[in-house]
């Protein structure tokens, strides 16, 4: 009877060992979304990883969402109704964007840096009331001049996504475009220093077109498959994502180099991606991205497709606030 016993109880102490280290592994890590990769394959997402931002001041009991709001281009209240800024929702003025930050530092919004978020999506955390991503598409220099001056006055992160081809002209003193100039890397250097912002890719030179037939049509970089005029077709499937896989390491290899820190973020250029491009991502490294539909996000959204919503040009406050809703 006395090893019966003895039996039984090393049973049930290791049972409860079991137990306890799986509750462990959940709580502290073993949480890895998946994703779909190209032909409908299901790839693994990157692993949780502890070294990932936990914000645990944030730390709540029940998952209230967070919106991903977009930006990109921020002008003097002078040349907002120029003709190439009218109707652009791309554009925002200068005093929009300071009545928009002013009302999330008024209001009790938390602001969240992407790398935050990856550690909150990553380690299956919950959004905190009021949360609220702020990111910049394509690393214009207004994000530096304007922007920046502001979420240091109201204490709001953002995260920029760079169009890393045309910081490196902005870096070299090649202007291709005046009147849309682009970060510096010392620009970026000097901001995240502040712990206000972060920098992710945008692509390396993936924010454009590709010829997809022998007669010119376009498509978009990381979506379509390019004409290949010296073999006379499109590229196969594994050429597709070998190019769509060189920008993103190059994108990373650049900015890891010039900022001093892994790049986990990636915005889609124009929005647009599939199975591939998440595959490509994935092979990357990078931890999140984000699209341009919208809607709002929560713990379970897919960290390689985030939902996100434009603040266009001319909004009201009260419409602001509405954005801002999770539904």
Not at 162 to 183: K, M, R
Request: proline share 3%.
């Amino acid at each position: 009877m006395r090893t019966i016993l003895s039996e039984q109880a090393k049973y049930c102490l290791l049972t409860a060992l079991v137990g306890l280290l799986a509750l462990s592994w959940l709580c502290f890590g073993g949480y890895a979304p998946t994703a779909h990769g190209a032909a409908g394959v299901t790839i693994a997402a990157a692993p949780a990883n502890n070294n990932l931002p936990l914000v645990s001041e944030y730390y709540t009991e029940k998952d209230h969402g967070a919106v991903v709001l977009m930006y990109h281009h921020i002008v003097p209240d002078a040349e907002i109704n120029n003709s190439s800024n009218r109707g652009n929702n791309a554009v925002i003025s200068l005093s929009q964007f300071e009545a928009e930050m002013a009302y999330l530092a008024d209001n009790g919004y938390r602001t969240f840096l992407m790398s935050e978020v990856a550690g909150i999506l990553h380690n299956g955390l919950n959004f905190p009331e009021k949360s609220v991503i702020i990111t910049f598409d394509d690393g214009y220099e207004s994000n530096y001049t304007l922007a920046y001056p502001l979420l240091q006055k109201y204490g709001i992160k953002a995260t920029i996504a760079a169009v890393v081809v045309s910081s490196e002209q902005a870096e070299n003193g090649v202007t291709v475009n005046s009147s849309l100039p682009h970060l510096t890397f010392a620009q970026m250097r000097e901001m995240e220093a502040s712990g206000l912002v972060e920098i992710g890719s945008h692509s390396y030179d993936g924010h454009g077109l590709v010829s997809v037939s022998k007669t010119g049509e376009q498509g978009k970089f990381f979506v379509a498959r390019a004409y290949r005029a010296d073999l006379g077709r499109k590229e196969n499937q594994s050429e597709y994502l070998e190019r769509i896989a060189q920008d993103l390491r190059l994108s990373k290899q650049v900015l890891e180099r010039e900022l001093g820190h892994t790049i986990t973020y990636f915005a889609y250029p124009y929005g647009a991606n599939n199975d591939s491009a998440v595959a490509a991502l994935l092979q990357n490294n990078f931890l999140v991205a984000v699209t341009t539909a919208a809607g709002d996000i929560d713990k379970n959204a897919e960290p390689l497709t985030l939902n996100r919503r434009n603040v266009n040009q001319g909004i009201s406050v009260a419409q602001f606030t509405a954005l801002l809703q999770v539904k």
